[in-house]
């Protein structure tokens, strides 16, 4: 199929009738005449012009050429002559039938990632290549857009990843969407919605600072609230999705990790970077008033200014001052970045640069009320030439000093990059969504962002020996001997076999649940087997109670301390895995959940020293197999 593609060069010396009048086709016509060819007029069903021609004249054409990515199959049932399509994906031309036929071909994605800028193609990707990694196949779906659109030149800049026509979406066959923004009206939210009642999983990933009550827009978004399941970029963002706080988790911005990480860049002359960002009609009108106020501040302070522009802020500035390179560039090769209210902000404290919010138009969105000591809020002409001064005169540390702020807002330091734990959720999701919530209401002494299995999932270990924690029973028997002890207890006994091995001379009771004590029953009919049940008040009394490598599989693991605490023992034995070393610092599972799909959550060192803690005095806390990742606790009764 890649060969019907066509280069406009293949249209040089053919006559060419273009479809339908529009802007598009209009500097089409201009493109194609610069290669030679002979654009006869402009054929459309709605619209007559000058330069207009009838269905008779655009068959005597040598070919039709259609460039309307909503209605080109209406447009083309007009013609007997020859029709191409202008294919917003490749910015090349290909025949109608051909293209029909690429359209109808079947594709298979775990997930389709759908963004509506060049920013949200940038984060996109970065998830996507992460995705790879773990093995969840994407693909961008193309949205349109000219060759010189903002996303169109983020799609160019990825161009690894797999993309997917917006025509062709009813041939894909996907298991989730991932939405950068899920308000746009046009496209994204009636196709959300469409996912949505057909059972897809959808997922939104907010792309950057929210205005999230809609205080400064004149109509009503409900940001991320037509999507199932949204990645926040910060703890703060939670606050206004509290209507579905079981399904928000923090990520953080996969762009802003490399900033953050990159050194910072201190340029040889001091320089003001303004951003110009007035875009999607939010305080357009504010522009002008505020770009004046700026360069006057500016002037005042006798700093050098370079603006960068948003790509779609449509207001006229100096072109001598306006920066040709890309924000991200622009903010780097700066000294102090002064802003309204944008993503700009953050990622001008990610890359290390002062930053001023210059708020003279009296924006009222909440998410900057509380700065933390991160920047400076100014609101008109004479304080910002002040501060400009001020910033610029005194060197700071500037992540240092914007800590408090960046770990709320966007997840920032975090030891995992925020595209490979999204990745994972988009995995976990994808596979048990329905055995996972993102705010459970106990967290047992994890971090308040670790997710957990909500389902217990049987783990049938009644094949194993002694591979796995031998150690903590062989410490169980120097207990016993030690001690002169004579009772133990195994509650979990799992095969049962370190049980009876190493500790069956002494008098055993094994407690397990009702799906193994049978087996156990045969298997070793002289010992005492017992079906383990948590609501038990008082089961039994013994000398030295093991419970190893239990209380990581359980929905609750309070049930399991309140039982323990209703019994009567001398020593209590508990061991789980150091989640610390099980997973290296920067993986996700480090924040759940667990690899093994039998787990419910895993502990650090600390945090499960604290959780047992509270239900019990711990005489002794060690890990017994570095190999093996086990830690250990030896608690007595309160």
Request: overall charge negative; glycine content about 4%; aromatic content about 10%.
């Amino acid at each position: 199929m890649k060969d019907q593609f066509k280069p406009i060069s293949f249209f040089a010396n053919k006559s060419i009738v273009l479809a339908p009048d529009n802007d598009l086709t209009r500097q089409m016509k201009a493109d194609l005449e610069a290669t030679g060819a002979n654009v006869v007029g402009f054929f459309d069903s709605y619209k007559q012009s000058a330069d207009g021609v009838d269905i008779t004249a655009a068959n005597a054409a040598d070919c039709i050429v259609i460039n309307s990515p909503n209605y080109w199959r209406e447009i083309a049932t007009n013609f007997a002559a020859p029709a191409f399509v202008y294919d917003t994906a490749s910015f090349q031309y290909i025949a109608v039938s051909d293209f029909e036929a690429l359209l109808n071909a079947s594709n298979d994605y775990d997930v389709l990632l759908l963004p509506f800028n060049r920013s949200n193609v940038t984060d996109m990707s970065l998830l996507s290549r992460s995705l790879s990694k773990i093995n969840i196949r994407s693909a961008i779906i193309d949205i349109g857009g000219g060759p010189e659109s903002d996303v169109t030149h983020g799609y160019q800049q990825n161009s690894d990843i797999p993309r997917v026509r917006r025509d062709a979406l009813a041939n894909v066959n996907r298991r989730c969407v991932v939405a950068s923004i899920d308000w746009e009206q046009a496209f994204g939210r009636p196709f959300i919605q469409s996912e949505r009642e057909r059972g897809i999983l959808t997922i939104g990933m907010v792309d950057g600072i929210e205005d999230f009550e809609d205080t400064d827009y004149s109509y009503d978004r409900n940001a991320y609230q037509t999507v199932e399941y949204v990645m926040t970029m910060g703890s703060d963002d939670l606050k206004f999705l509290t209507n579905k706080a079981d399904k928000c988790t923090v990520v953080g911005l996969p762009k802003l990790f490399a900033m953050y990480h990159r050194p910072v860049d201190e340029p040889d002359t001091p320089r003001v970077m303004l951003n110009v960002n007035f875009t999607y009609g939010s305080f357009e009108e504010a522009r002008d008033g505020w770009v004046s106020q700026a360069i006057a501040a500016c002037d005042q302070a006798g700093a050098d200014f370079i603006i960068s522009q948003h790509p779609a802020d449509k207001g006229e500035l100096p072109a001598d001052k306006v920066s040709t390179t890309s924000v991200y560039k622009t903010i780097a090769e700066s000294s102090l970045v002064i802003t309204r209210f944008s993503t700009v902000l953050i990622e001008a404290l990610a890359l290390g640069k002062p930053v001023i919010y210059f708020n003279p138009h009296g924006e009222q969105v909440k998410l900057y009320n509380d700065p933390m000591g991160a920047f400076d809020i100014v609101d008109n002409e004479q304080d910002l030439a002040k501060a400009i001064a001020h910033n610029l005169a005194v060197r700071v540390d500037v992540r240092k000093k914007a800590a408090q702020f960046l770990a709320r807002k966007c997840n920032l330091p975090a030891a995992v990059a925020p595209s490979d734990l999204a990745a994972q959720r988009v995995k976990t999701l994808i596979e048990e969504r329905s055995h996972v919530s993102f705010a459970p209401p106990k967290t047992f002494e994890l971090p308040s962002h670790y997710v957990s299995r909500t389902e217990y999932h049987h783990y049938d270990d009644t094949d194993c020996e002694d591979e796995w924690q031998l150690e903590v029973y062989l410490h169980a028997l120097g207990l016993m001997k030690t001690h002169g002890f004579k009772r133990i207890v195994d509650v979990g006994a799992g095969s049962g076999y370190k049980l009876i091995k190493y500790l069956g001379d002494y008098d055993t009771l094994g407690l397990e649940l009702p799906v193994n004590v049978e087996t156990l029953r045969k298997k070793y009919p002289e010992h005492n087997w017992q079906v383990s049940e948590f609501t038990t008040e008082h089961q039994f009394s013994a000398d030295v109670v093991v419970c190893s490598d239990v209380i990581e599989h359980l929905v609750d693991p309070d049930d399991l301390l309140r039982f323990l605490q209703h019994q009567e023992f001398k020593y209590l034995i508990l061991s789980t895995p150091d989640r610390d070393l099980v997973y290296p610092p920067d993986s996700p599972f480090q924040l759940g959940p667990p690899r093994n799909k039998a787990h419910q959550r895993e502990w650090g060192f600390a945090e499960f020293r604290r959780y047992i803690d509270s239900a019990f005095d711990v005489i002794d806390h060690r890990v017994t197999n570095y190999h093996q990742a086990t830690q250990m606790l030896i608690c007595q009764k309160r």
